[in-house]
């Protein structure tokens, strides 16, 4: 089986430029402001940018398909990208719930945190760039393997539709055990520090170890999602570019819902739906092939649906807590 892409060496390149552009534009303004705690303003604000990147990207990419290609290649493969990156935006959501448990958990000051997360980030995208490498390889010589990834999707939906309300006992975690067990590592915060010396001893400090279980949490969740996407389209480029526009959001994200988590506390039943049904879809391949079109509006549906709930029932159970006060 042939591998086919819209991608070219150049096209590939291009955009990894411009992703390091990014990148860069983000650490800079990081640095400019040194330690500080970033506002619901300042996060929705660069969410807002990040997101209008993405659709100008999509809008480019439209144009750029339709004269190369022609007008039904374009509309296929935006809609395919569109799909990609609702998908892998409302998994990334997960990511950053654990992210908060782990911010929590450790205590890490407000105004640390995003240092921790731009590291995060990086790896997170150098890590997803690596299993759609594989990924497409993959694909490219056993196209069966289409199936195991639904079958592993759906499991994980189910898994997660039954854990939803179970919080994650971090004490237990291997890898924070293991560092405990044979890293030296401080009680107190060194500023953004992730090593100190003392008395010419080398020790990580908190915010190394967090930095650890979030890389590591970044390699769970790329598993997962990675999957997800090839459900939408077996095209590498597009797997790529909504993949990695998703994941540079993925900061600001944290940012805007740290403060507001538990007010979106169906969210992760809908997103446990969300991979069921492309776990589903992915099995059926053979039976019905669900449109790119109606995945899109099923996903933004399920989304929609759990946050709409959420936010009512967390208005009521507000309302019913200032009666009984």
């Given amino acids: 089986m042939a591998l086919e892409s819209t991608g070219t060496p150049i096209l590939y390149l291009g955009f990894t430029l411009l992703v390091i552009v990014l990148l860069a534009v983000d650490f800079f303004a990081l640095k400019v402001q040194a330690a500080h705690r970033v506002t619901v303003k300042e996060a929705a604000a660069w969410s807002v940018v990040w997101i209008a990147i993405s659709l100008v990207f999509g809008g480019w990419l439209w144009w750029y398909l339709d004269g190369r290609f022609g007008r039904e290649v374009a ?16 998994l990334a959501v ?23 997360l731009l590291y995060g980030v ?15 390889l993959l694909l490219a010589q056993f196209h069966w393997i289409l199936y195991v990834f639904g079958l592993f999707l759906l499991l994980t939906g189910v898994k997660m539709l039954v854990f939803a309300k179970h919080e994650p006992d971090l004490e237990k975690n291997p890898v924070l055990r293991w560092m405990r067990g044979h890293m030296k590592i401080t009680n107190e915060y060194h500023g953004e520090k992730f090593f100190v010396l003392k008395e010419g001893i080398r020790y990580a400090t908190p915010l190394f170890v967090v930095l650890v279980l979030v890389e590591v949490t970044d390699l769970i969740f790329a598993v997962d999602s990675i999957p997800a996407i090839f459900a939408v389209t077996s095209d590498p480029f597009i797997v790529f570019t909504s993949n990695i ?28 739906v969300i991979l069921m049904f492309i776990g589903t879809k992915m099995l059926l391949l053979e039976v019905y092939k669900i449109p790119v079109g109606i995945a899109l509006g099923i996903v933004g549906l399920i989304l929609l649906v759990s946050v709409a709930a959420s936010l009512v029932i967390s208005h009521r159970s507000g309302l019913e807590a200032e009666d009984r006060h």
Avoid: C
């Avoid at 569109?82 to 409302?90: A, M």
């Fill in 75 to 90: 509309n296929e493969e935006v809609l395919e990208y569109l799909t990609g990156y609702l998908i892998e935006k409302s």
């Fill in 94 to 116: 997960d990511n950053v719930f654990v992210w908060i448990t782990l911010f929590n958990f450790f205590a890490v000051p407000a105004e640390f945190q995003k240092r921790v």
């Fill in 122 to 136: 990086l790896g997170a995208i150098v890590m997803r760039a690596v299993l759609i490498y594989f990924g497409a």
């Fill in 245 to 272: 526009f998703a994941i540079l959001g993925l900061r600001a994200m944290y940012f805007l819902l740290v403060d507001m988590a538990e007010r979106f506390h169906l969210l992760k039943y809908g997103l446990a």
